[in-house]
């Protein structure tokens, strides 16, 4: 088994937000190729009705002695294209208005960061709030992020609220002027952050967070279209899955 072939791959973040304490600070991670194991993870029907079946696959194939959770949406965005390649190759077929397309997976790039927004080992960035110039430091979502907001998500649905956006803003904002108690972002967030604002901040983090850029270009009967966004689901994986 030691001589079983793995890859590193690279991630979008290079590391930078993670503490050097942190194995992923090194800005890569190395997998394994894909296995009748890992194809076994895909079809576990208990992991898909939990709606995990994706991160138990991409766990049992990072050989890396690092915390999953800790991961920046981006960089597992990266690992989920890497464990496809590595997989079941670099073609990947998708319905797009009724066509099939093609694309070649190992054309997907990793987005380019501005390193100088990024201070080494600190998961932490400002944004000054366009109406008020009051000033926000926010942080980038890992997986844990996601899981809890998603937990929070889930439960005022019960109760009849959609809270999303908010309640990610409320995850991602760390501190308001200063300010960094909970009860104050969350106040800030529900009372006094203007829509146009949020939105704003919305696309300052998606500008400056890593990531692999999603969009390509397909061929169609009606020529090349460029800007298309790949979805990426169970049949990502396994195109027969499910048949």
């Known amino acids: 088994m030691s001589n079983f072939p793995t890859e590193v791959i690279e991630l979008p973040s290079k590391g930078l937000v993670y ?8 800005g890569k991670i190395e997998m394994k190729y894909m296995t009748a194991r890992e194809e076994d993870i895909l079809t576990n029907q208990s992991y898909i009705k939990q709606g995990i079946v994706l991160d138990k696959l991409l766990q049992s194939l990072i050989v890396s002695k690092i915390n999953y959770n800790d991961l920046l949406i981006g960089d597992k965005n990266a690992v989920l294209i890497a464990s496809r390649i590595l997989g079941y190759g670099k073609d990947y077929s998708f319905k797009y208005k009724g066509e099939e397309v093609n694309v070649d997976l190992t054309q997907i790039e990793n987005k380019i960061i501005d390193e ?25 979502l890992t997986i844990n992020d996601e899981n809890k907001i998603d937990q929070e998500v889930e439960s005022l649905k019960k109760i009849g609220q959609n809270t999303e956006k908010s309640t990610r803003l409320k995850h991602m904002i760390t501190s308001i002027n200063g300010d960094k108690e909970s009860k104050s972002i969350r106040e800030y967030v529900d009372n006094y952050l203007l829509a146009k604002d949020a939105l704003a901040l919305r696309a ?40």
């Not at 503490?19 to 090194?26: Q, V």
């Open 19 to 26: 503490p050097e304490s942190n194995p992923l600070s090194s």
């Open 116 to 140: 100088s927004l990024f201070i080494k080992g600190k998961n932490e960035f400002a944004f000054k709030v366009p109406s008020t110039s009051d000033v926000l430091t926010f942080k980038l």
């Open 204 to 243: 300052y983090i998606n500008k400056i967070q890593p990531d692999v850029d999603l969009t390509v270009t397909v061929n169609t009967s009606n020529g090349p279209v460029e800007g298309v966004s790949m979805p990426i689901g169970l049949d990502f994986f396994w195109p027969d899955f499910g048949a």
